[in-house]
């Protein structure tokens, strides 16, 4: 899997460096003008690589009661590829695939890049894969666009003998909601809304988040020195509502990152958040490391 991971970057980067870097920063980069809410153009493709690892050594139960947990960590590779299918940049059509690595038991957080399955504390393995669309339902509004996802699980059991979690056994029916607002006369300052609906089924015994509804919404404030380089801050709520399960949770993250445009059609992201309070949930720590590929 790292030999994966590093043919991706590899590949990704070695495709950018053809492509002549000449970008105007009077025009902006794809970071400025290709925010998550627009769509790409008819033909092009626009391929991101986003990881992420949580790691955890506290708990809050039910009532926002907080207690120390031997250390768990979650980490999760997303790759994303849409290509568009639109003259007038309204629909793109795609898949996503998720990897995880999870470990338990007090493991340090970087052992889940040793993907060594040891048993009692470790599982890894592809578990989701998604068919994807992407479109702007409002002709008159550019900036708000719509991405809905089926998530089908391709795992066989949620935690195995040991009690070692990976994932979700069930299906997700996904929706996110993207808003961008410059804000000013210039592109200094951009103000980004996200919703996330995510509607999970399934058997119950299957999984803890059958027939719940998950509810992420976020806010992202940008600041751009300059067209190639932008950072930000954010907060972002989880809300997991009983739809049949007879299980609800929630917890709230604040965070901050910085996007920097690496050639003309790459480039880099990185992200980190605090989970700063919660009920029924661990509380621990994320970060994110991403590339985008647009051509």
Do not use: C
């Amino acid at each position: 899997m790292k030999k994966i991971f590093t043919l991706v970057f590899a590949v990704l980067f070695t495709i950018s460096a053809f492509a002549q870097d000449d970008t105007d920063e009077d025009q902006g980069s794809v970071i400025q003008n290709l925010t998550p809410s627009k769509l790409i153009g008819k033909g092009q493709v626009d391929i991101k690589w986003f990881n992420n690892l949580f790691t955890q050594t506290r708990a809050a139960d039910s009532n926002g009661d907080v207690s120390t947990i031997d250390r768990e960590n979650f980490f999760t590779s997303t790759l994303e590829a849409f290509y568009g299918v639109s003259e007038n940049r309204r629909v793109s059509v795609g898949a996503i695939l998720e990897f995880r690595s999870n470990t338990v038991g007090g493991r340090g957080a970087l052992d889940v890049f040793s993907f060594d399955g040891e048993r009692g504390s470790a599982r890894s393995g592809l578990t989701n894969i998604a068919p994807s669309v992407k479109f702007v339902p409002f002709k008159s509004l550019s900036n708000f666009s719509v991405q809905s996802s089926l998530f089908i699980s391709l795992i066989g059991d949620e935690s195995d003998a040991d009690g070692v979690f990976l994932d979700q056994d069930g299906f997700t029916l996904q929706n996110r909601f993207f808003y961008d607002l410059p804000l000013g006369s210039t592109k200094e300052w951009q103000l980004f809304f996200d919703l996330n609906t995510e509607f999970n089924f399934g058997d119950e015994e299957d999984s803890f988040a059958n027939n719940s509804l998950r509810l992420i919404p976020g806010v992202f404030l940008s600041y751009f020195p300059s067209s190639k380089f932008t950072v930000q801050g954010f907060v972002q709520h989880f809300q997991l509502i009983d739809l049949g399960n007879e299980f609800e949770q929630d917890l709230t993250a604040l965070g901050a990152g910085a996007k920097y445009q690496l050639t003309k059609t790459l480039n880099l992201e990185v992200l980190f958040s605090g989970f700063v309070r919660g009920n029924d949930t661990g509380l621990g720590e994320s970060y994110n490391l991403g590339l985008r590929y647009v051509l």
